[in-house]
């Protein structure tokens, strides 16, 4: 026989594999879920805010715009690390659990005969993520989709949060008519709000990085 008996899936751990597939596919779906409940809630706090604007402008307590920020750029970093998450269950999905259902393909006569390699099994089950690669990461059509997807995420997700920043920056430097000098606070919840909007974009670079990892390196 060409390979012993032990290199191939018993029923249990092809159950187990499938058991597992399924599992993280259900957290998939649970990770999207909360992402479109993280955007519903920035939607739903950000018109709470927005009948407030006017006061604030009137009485010119800017520095509030600073303290909404971090709400609206949590929120957006809470919404990329879903992403992340899916991106890296589907990594494993692919790489690990595909391989290993993969092999619950492969017949030994076939093998003792030299029919069929890692592709051959591998190449008929489970070819989403490699339609998705081919179409994203192959193509420059589907490169400037996925940047241009990108784009309008952040805007998304943390739109809200540097629009707040912006207002700040606005009113109390930029404006002529509403100028003031900024109190330390401005200063350190400024430089606190900024770091929160640098994290929120590196994990939406890390996002895109893990989706373009999912690849197979697998034998059977």
Do not use: C
């Amino acid at each position: 026989m060409g390979k012993s008996e032990s290199q191939y899936l018993t029923q249990r751990e092809y159950e187990i594999d499938l058991e597992e597939y399924r599992t993280l596919r259900s957290e998939i779906m649970h990770r999207i879920q909360m992402q479109f409940q993280v955007i519903a809630a920035e939607v739903v706090l950000v018109g709470a805010a927005v009948p407030f604007i006017p006061t604030l402008l009137e009485s010119q307590r800017f520095g509030m715009f600073l303290v909404a920020a971090p709400v609206y750029l949590g929120l957006g970093w809470l919404y990329f690390e879903q992403d992340t998450w899916i991106a890296q269950a589907a990594t494993y999905l692919n790489s690990e659990v595909r391989s290993k259902l993969a092999k619950a393909l492969v017949k030994e006569d076939a093998i003792e005969q030299g029919a069929e390699n890692a592709a051959g099994p591998l190449g008929r089950i489970l070819r989403w993520e490699d339609f998705r690669n081919e179409m994203l990461f192959k193509r420059t059509s589907g490169v400037v989709f996925l940047a241009m997807m990108l784009f309008f995420r952040l805007v998304l997700a943390a739109g809200a949060g540097s629009a707040a920043m912006y207002a700040f920056v606005y009113f109390s430097s930029l404006n002529p008519s509403t100028r003031q000098p900024w109190q330390w606070v401005d200063t350190v919840l400024f430089g606190f709000d900024s770091l929160l909007a640098i994290i929120v974009i590196l994990t939406a670079i890390r996002t895109v990085y893990q989706y373009s990892r999912i690849r197979v390196k697998v034998e059977v």
